[in-house]
């Protein structure tokens, strides 16, 4: 099915159908889909889904990503031949670095590395630390039983030690710069967003720091972030 009969069409039209289209919003999850598309250079084209309710729980957006969260993605050039529509950010790195054979190993051992890392940032890392700003900088830091807060502010402290940990003698979490990579380090940005690296002692983690340090410095994190870009 072309990109034109999807009905998210309607509501983010393609200018050019011919190519993946990105419906996503510069946050993490949206930021790891934009990096690995800068990193594999594949033509794209982004379309600015706010995460206002009228956006993201539109009927256009939901026939894509029924879950109603960015990122999402329609391919016209799928396997076959085929348009493949997807959402969830650690489907669509996946999908993308079988694609490409970019960040992803086709097969054996390391690919279970990989994606062992992949799902660690989406199981417990992403989670944790959207729970750890909502609670520091968003409507919980008004809450004033202290409980909730430290929960995060220690299970946060307890996963910057697993990856330290992981990252001794090692550049990159999977031995190779990877889509693991690409799904942790958007992540570790928001604590400087959050106001929470003093807090959760970040400097501390010499291998995190610098890890995140050498991600920011490569040239498709410096232009993918802010795809699409952000509205003043």
Known sequence: MPVSDYLINNRWTAETPDVLQLYSFPTPNGQKVSIMLEEVGIPYEAHLVTLADADVRSPEFLSVSPNNKIPAIVDPDGPDGETVALFESGA???????????????????RAEVIQWLMWQMAGLGPMFGQLGFFVKFAGADIEDPRPRERYINEAK??????????????????????????????????????????????????????????????AFQTGRNIPARPE
């Open 92 to 110: 669509i790195l996946i999908y993308l670095g079988d694609k490409t054979g970019f960040g992803l190993p086709k097969s054996g051992a390391k």
């Open 158 to 219: 307890r996963i910057l030690g697993v990856l330290d940990t992981a990252l001794e003698g090692k550049d990159w979490i999977a031995g190779d710069y990877s889509i693991a990579d690409i799904a942790i380090c958007p992540w570790l940005n928001t604590l400087e967003f959050y106001g929470a690296k003093e807090m959760l002692g970040f400097d501390g983690f010499k291998n995190v720091a610098a890890y995140s340090e050498r991600f920011n410095a490569r040239p």
